[in-house]
């Protein structure tokens, strides 16, 4: 089915929740943008949203569920925290941040490759704690807690060995291969397939959130270390963009790669108000840069809280 002629299914409690989501739904649409968005508070249960159930490739959004696997290992003194690690560049994995920049071979402990991970999405430091606990057990870890939604399936840097695999080093080229092949359904880059790649839909993201900030999910240590390290994530431009105020608090993690654009975090009001996001988002036309994408995410986010905060 072609981006002009999905229509979401919508989630709202009542009209004027359903009306928010519909709105953000056509400025998404307008902009070329097929997604899916939820928005809950974490404390009424109120909700909206759209197309929450559908599977998208998760990119770097991936990392928020391998780092609680990690976090709760460590709580469970099966890993220390402390354990050094050397990252080699000539082996690790490619990205613009972090130790994947690097030029030099690095020793970093694990809490650290977390912190890099989560702060500057960097993929070295994923993969470097893939290593660590491997993607299958990432993903056993996330059924046996009931996180069905939500699949870990391979490292960081397969994403780009896949674009490579379909596209050779023109990233142009892959970025096109990208957003045509969201109109037929048929992938040429495996880890573009909801199939095959790490996925998870708005629904259980929100779901993964929700379990975290109120310690209903692996152990109230992992917990509590994982709503601290998203809440230094550097980035902004996306769900954050219009919730910096000095009475609210982000928590969040985005996801980029080709023409994928996603976060996922938590707001909180000095107020009371906790209010879970996950914005999943493909674009439909071909843009290695869309600031207009991230703008009207954020104003996904700011309209979401104002209608959700109690």
């Known amino acids: 089915m072609s981006a002009a002629a999905h229509r979401p299914v919508y989630t709202g409690g009542d009209a004027a929740l359903s009306a928010v989501a519909e709105a953000i739904a056509e400025d998404w649409a307008a902009l070329g943008v097929r997604g899916s ?45 402390a354990r050094p690690v050397t990252v080699d560049p000539r082996t690790s994995s490619v990205g613009p941040t972090g130790l994947a920049a690097f030029r030099h071979p690095a020793t970093v402990a694990v809490g650290d490759l977390l912190l890099l991970m989560l702060s500057v999405s960097d993929n070295a430091a994923a993969d470097a704690l893939f290593d660590l606990v491997p993607a299958a057990q990432a993903d056993a870890r996330l059924r046996a807690w009931g996180c069905d939604g939500i699949r870990v399936r391979h490292r960081m840097n397969h994403l780009y060995e896949c674009a490579a695999g379909a596209a050779g080093n023109d990233f142009s080229l892959a970025l096109e291969l990208a957003v045509r092949d969201e109109g037929t359904g048929r992938h040429t880059i495996e880890t573009l397939d909801p199939a095959h790649a790490n996925a998870g839909t708005a629904a259980a993201l929100v779901g993964l959130l929700q379990r975290v900030w109120r310690d209903e999910i692996a152990s109230p240590p992992a917990t509590a270390e994982l709503r601290r390290l998203m809440g230094h994530q550097v980035f902004t431009q996306r769900l954050a963009g219009e919730l910096r105020a000095d009475t609210l608090r982000w928590s969040g993690k985005t996801g980029t790669f080709l023409h994928l654009r996603h976060e996922i975090g938590v707001v909180e009001a000095d107020s009371g108000d906790r209010v879970a996001m996950a914005a999943l988002t493909r674009a439909t036309r071909r843009a290695g840069l869309a600031p207009d994408i991230d703008l009207a995410i954020g104003a996904a986010g700011r309209d979401a809280f ?5």
Not at 51 to 65: G, I, Q, Y
Not at 306 to 310: C, F, M, N, Q, T
């Open 37 to 81: 968005f939820l928005a809950r508070n974490l404390d009424t249960g109120e909700q909206l949203g759209f197309d929450t159930d559908e599977p998208v490739p998760l990119a770097s959004v991936a990392k928020v569920p391998l780092a609680l696997v990690v976090l709760d290992r460590i709580a469970a003194g099966e890993l220390d925290a």
């Open 306 to 310: 104002e209608a959700l905060r109690s």
